[in-house]
Structures are given as structure tokens and as C-alpha cells.
């Protein structure tokens, strides 16, 4: 199958799934999605055929566009979305409490942070210092 019928075939299935009402703002943007990859790999193989797809694909692109972000407005959640943000939240307090009960000892061992901002930036950047065979 020829890349334009690829992408004509996706506009009819677009245009199906909308007759249909079974369109949802996770449908365009998986579809926007395999559109972009495939006009990418026709560019790879031939320049000359992705300028002659890019013409359907953009326009296509830029048409599902608002309606994509309509719908994702209207399928908003705000009872999901504040699950998530608490999940979140917690998920947040749960690292400050294990990043603050796991650090005294290195930055002990390190010294004063201030005086020792060198050693304090190599242990946060995954410098191991040689401690004499203790590891």
C-alpha cells in the first residue's frame, strides 16, 4: 500500500470513527502520532516522496488539531485529576522524607556543606570517593 493511500485510508477511518461518535482526544493524538512517523520514515527513504506527502499530512494534522483539544477539555476529570495530584503529593513527601533520613550520614562524612560544596556536588553526582577498601 502506498503511503498516500496510508494516509487517505486513516482520514476515512477519522472520518468513520466521527460519524460514528466514537472519537476521543486520545484517538487524534495517536493518530497525529502515526502520521508524523509516517511522513518522518518516507522522508527517510526518499526526499522526494515526503515532499509529496507532507502536503496531506500537514493540513490533516493541523485539521485535528482544535477538535483534539476540545475534546480533551470536555473529557476532563477533575475528581481523577485531583486523585493524581494527591497521589502525586504524596508520592512527593514520600522522597523529601527518604532523601532527608538517608543523607546525614554522607553529607556528615562529606563536612560542612558550605566549606565542602566540591565533595557535597561529586557524591550528588554519583562520585565515590576511595575509602580504603571498606566498600
Not at 121 to 128: E, I, P
Request: hydrophobic letters at 40%; glycine letters at 6%.
Amino acid at each position: 500500500m502506498s503511503v498516500c493511500s496510508q494516509v487517505l485510508e486513516m482520514a476515512r477511518d477519522c472520518l468513520h470513527k466521527s460519524e460514528s461518535k466514537q472519537v476521543t482526544s486520545t484517538y487524534f493524538y495517536d493518530m497525529a502520532d502515526s502520521l508524523d512517523r509516517l511522513l518522518a520514515e518516507t522522508r527517510e527513504k526518499s526526499a522526494e516522496a515526503g515532499g509529496k506527502v507532507a502536503p496531506l499530512v500537514t493540513p490533516l494534522t493541523l485539521a485535528m488539531a482544535r477538535p483534539a483539544r476540545l475534546l480533551e477539555c470536555l473529557e476532563f476529570d477533575p475528581e481523577r485529576f485531583y486523585r493524581l495530584l494527591e497521589a502525586a503529593e504524596g508520592h512527593a513527601r514520600h522522597l523529601q522524607f527518604a532523601k532527608k533520613t538517608s543523607m546525614p550520614y554522607p553529607v556528615e562524612s562529606l563536612g560542612n556543606i558550605e566549606g565542602n560544596s566540591k565533595g557535597f556536588a561529586l557524591f550528588l553526582n554519583g562520585f565515590t570517593p576511595d575509602v580504603g577498601g571498606i566498600y
